[in-house]
């Protein structure tokens, strides 16, 4: 996992190298500090030497200018190193799940999703910059004050670094406790959000049935679940610094008594004493690094851990050297399909149905005889279990999912729209659309002369998930994508269902002035709206039961005429 995590310093690496170099240097500019303080102490004090006593201040100024300057390029773009890689990192999970397959949004909420891109990469720029940067200068601290320190005393720095060992010894038995508390915190945080996201998505319903209380009891629940997970990984922190904080404590006290001792006996000078307590000053602040840099680690290792889930989640299967299709014709072959969601419904087995280029078919039938699945396994949101769909002759598995879904138009029952203006909705089917493109398709689908009287026309705002349209707008908008994207193969999966019947009838027309020379393929409970298709077919769960035309399966007096009675 961390060879995946130093991946994302690549791009960056000259900046990432210049950070570590200016950290290097601050970490010799501090190592200086205290031989300077040890020769003004033992020479340029007893000789009252003013000329060095300012030469050194001259110097020490220039050291700390140069700090102060080093400091703010650390502080700046070892801070940018961390940001460009969290934004690479939220880029490269987004575009993975734009590649996940439907089973999984199924499974997972989207409130969780979002915490995982959003809250658990937070951290993550906080380690990539000072991670490196704290590990590179504790080390250079350590080991510059180690060889200084055995100049001054050898005595005296194998006691200090006698110390070391008992020390990091704590620190790792500490860690596997912390990994599990902070990951934990995770995953609740995730639950939160997931819980917040659904109420807030419907608070009308709330609001309506007056469950205001049950809702909060849902929040407060889950929110006291979070809150009693972050008061368990806090109280493993505090086992661990107040540890860390009490070693480095005695290790200072230690210092103090042996140093003075060695003073006192005259084994060292008072400058070397002095110098020596600023040493181990020194020691101490890359220990205290190294106890930020393990917290650091923890919560962002945890943050990167569960990115890499999403990661290394299985995409939607596509052939090595899939087929690029373009100016299809539209023809339609299911052979022998059978269908199985993930609990074992089989919903679809062995059935097989042709659609002509051109022609229009509607699905009929009771609800779970898997019309919309037979919808969904087109464009291929799911894949089947066994048989095969053709288009044009070619199986839709040796076809690139791009390609195949840009020569299809889907208008579900349930419309989803963006937060953003109408137009930004209605150009999700063609992006380069020209205005007169625009205006053409809402015209055809009739919701023109309504997007004229808005405040800012087509440019105004439709609030989250559209929620300032009705349900009929909505829907005439989703239409009006589909007349703008003008696929060869058109799925209608109850496209005007939430409409009025005066709006249905209008759709209707300019639907069916849509379909001429088209492929369509549409689900239907009114069975007013596909009296005109070429073929209808009665779906239910024992398959296929009757197909043919209006006046056919009237005739008949099967299923289909029951339907049409109700």
Partial sequence: MLKEFIKYYKPYKKLFILDLLAAFTVALCDLV???????I???????????????????????????????YFMQYWGHVVGVRMQADMRSDVFTHLQR????????????????????????????????????????????????????????????VFAILPII???AISQRKRMSRAFKETRVKTGDVNATLENSIAGMKVTKSFGTQNEELGKFNKSN??????????????????????????????????????????????????????????????????????????????TGFERFSEIINEEIEKEKEDPIEIKNIKGNIEIENISFTYEDNNQILNNLSLSVEAGKSVALVGPSGGGKTTLCNLIPRFFDFN????????????????????KNIGVVAQDVFLFTGTVKDNIVIGKSDASDEEIIDACKKARIHDFIMTLPEKYDTYIGERGVKLSGGQK??????????????????????????????????????????????????HRLSTIKNADEIIVLTDKGIEERGTHEELIKKGGVYSKLHRK
């Fill in 33 to 39: 500090y205290p031989m300077i303080t040890r020769s």
């Fill in 386 to 405: 066994e048989g095969d769909i053709k288009i044009d002759g070619i199986s839709i598995k040796d076809v690139s999912l791009d390609s195949l879904r």
């Fill in 475 to 524: 829907q005439r908008v989703s239409i009006a994508r589909i007349f703008l994207k003008n696929p060869p193969i058109m799925i209608l999966d109850e496209a005007t269902s939430a409409l009025d019947n005066v709006t249905e009838y209008e759709i209707q027309k300019s639907l069916e002035e849509l379909s001429n020379d088209r492929t369509s393929l549409v689900v239907a």
């Fill in 168 to 170: 990091l010894f704590y």
């Fill in 100 to 159: 996940l397959p439907n089973s999984y949004f199924n499974d997972n909420k989207s409130g969780v999703i979002m915490s995982r891109i959003i809250n658990d990469l937070m951290e993550i720029s906080e380690l990539a910059h000072h991670g490196p940067e704290d590990l590179f200068v504790s080390l250079v601290m350590l080991v510059g004050s180690f060889f200084i320190l055995l100049g001054i005393n050898v005595e005296l720095t194998l006691i």
């Fill in 224 to 301: 006291n679940i979070f809150k009693h997970a972050r008061e368990s990984a806090y109280k493993v922190m505090a086992h661990y610094f107040s540890g860390m904080f009490l070693l480095i404590d005695i290790l200072e006290l230690i210092v103090l008594i042996i140093a003075g001792y060695f003073t006192y006996m005259n084994t060292i000078t008072l400058g070397d004493f002095a110098a020596y307590l600023l040493y181990v000053k020194m020691f101490i602040q890359p220990i205290r690094k190294l106890i930020n840099f393990t917290e650091q680690y923890q919560n962002g290792m």
């Fill in 41 to 71: 102490m033992d020479d340029v004090v007893p000789s009252k030497d003013s000329r060095m006593l300012v030469v050194f201040a001259i110097t020490l100024l220039v050291i700390f200018i140069v700090k102060a300057a080093l400091n």
